[in-house]
């Protein structure tokens, strides 16, 4: 069964860098797209970047776009999610999720069907 886990959030300045991580156990993610969602309180969960299995496609919310970079190693099963220029709005929980569709990078939440527990970015103005 595929797990997925988050780490790398923190506390950070605006303007600051985070690297977020989305480590699988149980099977090879090179089978799946990943997305990475957020969802900061009292709004509604938002789609900020996927990537196809092999790596070749990928997606940016226009929020983000610049800013942020997804890569994956298909060696340690880990998708990643390069955060920088922080700004205080990208505070929010965030979670990859993972899509048996491997190829699919559009930034449609049901079309993901595992999850991880998610981490909390906290971006301080």
């Known amino acids: 069964q595929l797990q997925l886990v988050e780490s790398g959030g923190g506390l950070v300045q605006s303007g600051g860098s985070l690297r977020l991580s989305c480590t699988a156990s149980?099977?090879?993610?090179?089978?799946?797209?990943i997305g990475w969602f957020r969802q900061a309180p009292g709004k509604d969960r938002e789609g900020v970047s996927a990537i196809s299995g092999s790596g070749g496609s990928w997606n940016f919310a226009t929020s983000v776009l610049g800013r942020f970079t997804i890569s994956r190693d298909h060696s340690k099963n880990t998708v990643f999610l390069q955060m920088n220029s922080l700004k205080s709005e990208d505070t929010a929980v965030y979670y990859c999720?993972?899509?048996?569709?491997?190829?699919?990078?559009?930034?449609?939440?049901?079309?993901?069907?595992?999850w991880g527990q998610g981490t909390q970015v906290t971006v301080s103005s």
């Open positions: 999720a993972a899509s048996p569709l491997a190829d699919y990078v559009l930034l449609r939440a049901e079309k993901f069907t595992s």
């Open positions: 149980g099977v090879a993610l090179n089978n799946y797209a």
